[in-house]
Every structure is written in structure tokens, then in C-alpha cells.
């Protein structure tokens, strides 16, 4: 497999010896691979004896992009980024101490990625 620029996807064609035995491979082409797919981000927020959280906010810090996102009313928050991208989220609930949250490349590289919050009680 020939390795490429990031953000490119080689198509190749089998290169065949005279007996008919493959030999090799050509890249014949480079095309953009599709930048669009997107990681489902799933939060479970937690705070004191575990208890689910159910009226965290999130404010989402994603390059210039307005990051929309839903609380489950069970303590999970879910929102949609596209693969690849880093943001920050300011997680904060009344009575808790907000925490700052930074995905990683790592983190978003999937489809899904899923992270367990605990909130720690104000003053506490």
C-alpha cells in the first residue's frame, strides 16, 4: 500500500507478471478522501454519588463552527463533529465546578467516541 499525503486515498490497479501472477502495484491516481464523515460524541456526566447530571450545559469551542448539542435528560449529551477535529467543550452544571474537556485528533477519529464526566460539587 503506497503511502500518500494526508487527506488523499491512492487508487491502484495490480501489476501481473506473464504467468499471471501479481508483481507489484501502480498508483494510477490520488483523490481527496471525503472530509465530511463525522464522530458522534457521547458524554456521560456524572457528579456527586455518581449521580447523573441532568442539567449540564455545554459550550462547544470548535474553530469558528457553531457546535450544537443534545442532553438525553439522563445525564448523557451527545453532538456531532466532523472526524479529525479538536474541540474544546466547557462542561458546567449549577452546584458544580465547570471542567474544561479538549478532544484530541485521537479522540474524534471514529465514528463514535464516548467519555465518562465527573463533576465535582462547588465549594466542595
Known sequence: ???VEDGLEPIQKVI???SGQPVGVETI?????PNNQL???TFTITGTADAPVTNANLAITNGTK???WINNGDGTYAFNVKQGDTPSIVVSATG???QTIALTK???KYSTYKRDITLVAAGG
Do not use: L, W
Not at 491516481?29 to 478522501?33: L, P
Open 96 to 98: 458544580y465546578t465547570s
Open 66 to 68: 457553531v457546535t450544537p
Open 39 to 41: 464522530c458522534e460524541v
Open 16 to 18: 501481473y507478471d506473464a
Open 106 to 108: 485521537t479522540n474524534t
Open 1 to 3: 500500500y503506497a503511502m
Open 29 to 33: 491516481a490520488n483523490i481527496v478522501k
